[in-house]
């Protein structure tokens, strides 16, 4: 997997992961849709799944699906944009009656279908979502969530440091006889007050 | 995987993973040593691997490495554990010449080969170590780091706010005429000095 050959795998590694609730369902999502195909990520946080789909098989599924409906496949893919992408991102829906169900598959495989309405008839959908490769975890979630853990700690020591610095103001201040206008100090932790966070935010990734 | 029903699998979930420099090469370890089985897990955070061995299994790999050798399994065991955990903990080395390499197969495997010294002769160990399925990835790496991307995100909203009420208490201060006998101000930062962090520490796991 090269994300610089992959141009749908470059814009996915961008999106952030959104929560969704479909059927029920808490699910973390990352949908991609382009002109004619889209990729989808989920996951529960005990699986991930995966759907990358190109525009001739989207056609194919959509005629499997809907034979009574006749459309263009540009007018069935902007219709399926326009119902799915909303329920897949956590928004709200744009309007209309659309219904989707999750179902998990023995094999592992992830289902999601989906109902709505299309000049008049019903227009049915699935994303056909299969069990994701560790690469693919490790590129969309472990990778993402350590930098996003660094950036967190290292931020939280700069925050650590102006706050004593700031404490050592106010006990300047306080050693030199000055009082507040307001009553009683508005912060009564001392220089140390903050240590006890210090256990639970800098021990790395237990279970 | 139930974690309840194995106790290997519940050590390692309160274990926190440390990096480790094998023959050059940079990695998280997890690694558990029991009293006749061990478990490893490792990580490049491109792919995981993880070794599970059982009592039987480690005499029989033994036997097959170390022809020459004639040891109980309770002392091969023992000196296996003593030579091998420092390497995978990133502790020093308790003594004596340790060789470590590490060899990654086109199936996907991983093999850490160990080189040591057993009663005078050369002992020789393999970690044969195979691609990890995505519950586990999950288990290990995924949800602790979200759980600890959370506590962090929360510690940082708390400390941004002791931090706020501490500006206004040395706003209050100066406000009332006080002075520094330490000369000028330590902090030099107004309420609103830290708001430049948050766009970056509220975004989640983008890529």
């Given at each position: 997997?090269?994300p610089?050959?992959?141009?749908?795998?470059d814009?996915?590694?961008q999106?952030?992961?959104?929560?969704?609730t479909?059927?029920?369902?808490?699910?973390?999502?990352?949908?991609?849709?382009?002109?004619?195909?889209?990729?989808?990520?989920?996951?529960?946080?005990?699986?991930?799944?995966?759907?990358?789909?190109?525009?001739?098989?989207?056609?194919?599924?959509?005629?499997?699906?809907?034979?009574?409906?006749r459309?263009?496949?540009?007018?069935?893919?902007?219709?399926?944009?326009?119902?799915?992408?909303?329920?897949?991102?956590?928004?709200?829906?744009?309007?209309?009656e659309?219904?989707?169900?999750?179902?998990?598959?023995?094999?592992?495989d992830?289902?999601?279908?989906?109902?709505?309405?299309?000049?008049?008839?019903?227009?049915y959908?699935?994303?056909?979502?299969?069990?994701a490769?560790?690469?693919?975890?490790?590129?969309?979630l472990?990778?993402?969530?350590?930098?996003?853990?660094?950036?967190?700690?290292?931020?939280?020591?700069?925050?650590?440091?102006?706050?004593?610095?700031?404490?050592?103001?106010?006990?300047?201040?306080?050693e030199?006889?000055?009082?507040?206008?307001?009553?009683?100090?508005?912060?009564?932790?001392?220089?140390?007050?903050?240590?006890?966070?210090?256990?639970?935010?800098?021990?790395?990734?237990?279970?």
């Amino acid at each position: 997997m090269n994300p610089q050959a992959d141009p749908a795998e470059d814009a996915l590694l961008q999106h952030p992961w959104l929560p969704v609730t479909i059927d029920g369902v808490q699910l973390l999502s990352k949908p991609w849709f382009g002109e004619t195909a889209y990729r989808i990520l989920l996951t529960d946080m005990q699986s991930v799944w995966e759907e990358k789909i190109e525009a001739a098989a989207v056609e194919k599924r959509s005629q499997e699906l809907n034979r009574r409906l006749r459309a263009s496949a540009a007018a069935f893919f902007s219709h399926l944009c326009e119902v799915a992408q909303p329920c897949l991102s956590g928004g709200q829906q744009t309007g209309g009656e659309v219904q989707m169900s999750v179902n998990r598959q023995q094999d592992g495989d992830l289902t999601l279908r989906l109902k709505s309405e299309l000049a008049g008839l019903p227009f049915y959908w699935e994303f056909r979502c299969s069990p994701a490769p560790v690469a693919l975890v490790c590129a969309h979630l472990v990778r993402p969530l350590l930098a996003m853990s660094r950036l967190l700690q290292s931020h939280v020591e700069q925050l650590e440091d102006l706050l004593f610095r700031k404490d050592e103001e106010i006990q300047d201040y306080q050693e030199n006889g000055a009082t507040l206008s307001r009553g009683t100090n508005l912060v009564l932790l001392g220089p140390n007050g903050i240590s006890h966070w210090e256990p639970a935010s800098t021990k790395m990734l237990t279970g």
